[in-house]
Nanobody, 124 residues
């Protein structure tokens, strides 16, 4: 059974930090790029970051560049999203998703597997 399980979401103050984790099982983890997406109430799902299985590159939305860092540990089948300098506009449900080989931050429909999401709330 394929599973992606996010954790680490929480309520944090403006300027604070959180680290999200995405633990994967049931598929060949090292062959899949892992993307992070988020969705705020009333808004479309937005691509945040991705770690490519194809070439090891990382990708970020302009809104999080310089504040968020994605990393992966293939030995633990886990991808992390370190989020620093959090802003109220970062408030959303954060999802991780897996896609074979390539990252496509602007095409969430291309991702095969999805987690259930974890809530991040940044209070001012």
């Amino acid at each position: 059974e394929v599973q992606l399980v996010e954790s680490g979401g929480d309520l944090v103050q403006v300027g604070g930090s959180l680290r999200l984790s995405c633990a994967a099982s049931g598929f060949t983890f090292e062959d899949y790029s892992i993307g992070w997406f988020r969705q705020a109430p009333g808004k479309e799902r937005e691509g945040v970051s991705c770690f490519s299985a194809y070439d090891g590159r990382t990708y970020y939305a302009d809104s999080v560049k310089g504040r968020f860092t994605v990393s992966r540990d293939n030995a633990k089948n886990t991808v992390y999203l370190q989020m620093n300098s959090l802003k109220p506009e970062d408030t959303a449900i954060y999802y991780c998703a897996a896609q074979a080989l390539f990252c496509h931050l602007n095409d969430p429909e291309g991702y095969t597997y999805w987690g259930q999401g974890t809530q991040v709330t940044v209070s001012s």
